[in-house]
Structures are given as C-alpha cells and as structure tokens.
C-alpha cells in the first residue's frame, strides 16, 4: 500500500459509512514491514472510537472491506496460498486437489485473467488466431475512453481490477493517482507483484487442470501513481466525490446488486467525472439474484427481457423509478468484441455492451 495514495485517497470506515452514514477516517495505526513509501505488512485503523475496527494490510495490499472478520475467515487459503513452489511441485498437488477444487478454480482464474492482461509480452506466446488474442480488456477501455469527451481531472478507479492490466492502462490515459480495486486477493496480489517488480508469472492452462508456468517482463510506466486494494466495489470505503473516473470492465454483471453498484460509482464521482462500463449480461444465480439482472428476464415486460434498454434508463435522469441520481448517459457501444481464453482448445466470445455516464449536478 503506498502512503501517498493511503493520505490523499483518505479512506473512510466502509463499515461505519455503511451502518451509520458517517465517514470516520482510517489511520495507519501499525507498520510491521515497509520499503519505501510502500507498507507491506500494517494494520489500519477506524478512528471512530464506537467502532476501532482494523482493517490488516498483506503482501502490500490493504484489506478494506465491511465484514473484514467475515471475509478473512472466508478468504483464508487465498490469502495463505503459498506462491514459491517450483511448477513441478504445484502440479502434483494440482493433480492431487482435481478439478472444481479452490486450488484449481483460483489457477484458472489467474490463466485467464493475467492472458488477457499481459499475454502480449510472452515471448512464448503463439501467433493469434484470427481475431484472438490478449489484450480485450485494453481495447475495451480504449474504446471508452474515445467515446468521452476528455478524460475529467483527479484521480480515477479500476473496480474489478483483476490482475490490474486495465489499471496500468487507465494510468497511461490520465493524470491523477489510480487506484485499482478488488475482492479477490489471488488476483490482487498479482497485480501487486507486478507493480513492484515489473514481471509476471502466473500458470497457463493448457488443458484439464494441466497448466505451464509462463515468467517474463512486463513494461510498467508511472508505477508511483498506481496502487491496488482488497475493497468491496458496492462499499467502497471513500467519501463521497472522491475520483473523477470510475472504470468497470465486465462487473455489472459480476455482483450482487448491479443497481447498487451504479449508485455506489456515482457516489465516488465528483461533479463532471466520468465513469465506463462494459458488460456481456451473462448472469448467473450463483452471483447475482434474478431480481438483481439487468434484464435476461421478465420477457413480457415493455423491454421484451432486453438488457440494454434498461441499462440506458438507469443512467438517464428520472427515466426510471431505479434511475441512479445525479448520472447522465453520455455515449454507448452496443456490441463491441470481446473474447476471454479458457485453455488451448476454448475460447469465449461476448458482445459487450459498452457506456459511459457522466456526473451532473
């Protein structure tokens, strides 16, 4: 965690903002390792004495969610997961764990994520097929970024930053601090290493739960400016009008409350900011409630189930009762080409809905 992100980010207490409205702020209150300006091991404090909760800082990350009790207890092998084995090792216990296991499920996860991020620098990376290839992410927010009308100034957040590829990008566009925020540490802690020694390895799934282990550089530009935290995107723990650019690459459809997500960006916009966000609307119960889509059902509505029409009135003022306040739809891409690799053999392939809002009065 950099100080200098932790002083002029100031994070409040997502615990107390939720429960009483309040914004009490955090301190660091204990150091154990720090090189530099970065904390890499500390624990954070909430300064409201009717709370003192702590918040811990690992492997450079801070952990800065509601329920912290709650999600370290749940997040306990992740956070545990030893990460210096040699590949030979980590396949055996791979082949012992099987599939559908959290050791696998969290291999795939960085495989798929960390190819699309940084696949492009592997000198061990095959020719593309026609129209595959790393990097979906990067285009996406390309094509965002040129559809708003100048990037708004302070700083901007990643949520759902993942292995961070669309935090690095969104620092080469803006000029402020960036800040890429997520719940998963597996992902988080990469996108960590990376920032601080300018390399990835991360294992590529091949096939099965067969994986090669891929290590090589990665470019990484104005790396002072750029941080990532374990956060909550539905209570990010900021006063109100903090950033000034929100980004939110395949996400809507990634939490429980999509609307809640909308309202709680808005929130973190200052007057003119701007936020960007990208979804395929491929739900799933598991994660979000069939009352929470944003369309995908109610085909007898006015809609017929449509998504994107309802996504359009829900950043367009007073154009449904849901309409998140003080948000204006300023451009959109309705089907702009998105693909994820699963392994050698399966590709994915969406059609993201792609808009951008901006904060008004």
Known sequence: MRLSHFETLAPVCPRCR??????????????????????????????NPACQLEYPVIDGIPVIVPNIRQYLADNLFYLTLRSDLAPTVTSMLGDAAGPGTPFDSNRQYLSTYTWDAYGEYDPEEQEPQPGVSPGALKRCLKAGIELLQGIPKGSAIDLGCAVGGATFELALHTDGLVLGIDNNFSLLRLAQRVLQEQSVSYPRRRIGIVYDQR?????????????????????????????????GLQLVDSVNSPTSLLEETARNLHSGGTM??????????????????????????????????????????EAHPQSVKGMQLTGEITDFPWHTRIHDRSIMHYRVHLVTAVSVE
């Open 276 to 317: 960007i966000m990208a979804t395929p609307y491929d739900w799933s119960p598991a994660v979000t409630p069939l009352e929470g889509w944003i369309g995908g059902h109610s085909q007898r509505g006015p809609n017929s189930g449509a998504a994107e029409p309802l996504l359009r009135s829900l950043l367009t003022p």
């Open 18 to 47: 939720l429960e009483t409205a309040q914004t009490h702020p955090l301190v660091v209150a204990a150091v154990e390792h720090q090189t530099g300006e970065q904390i890499i091991e500390g624990v954070i404090h909430c300064t």
């Open 215 to 247: 290590e090589f550089p990665v470019p990484v530009t104005h790396a002072e400016r750029i941080d990532f935290w374990a956060c909550d995107a539905l209570a990010l723990p900021f006063a109100d009008a903090t950033f000034g650019l929100a980004v």
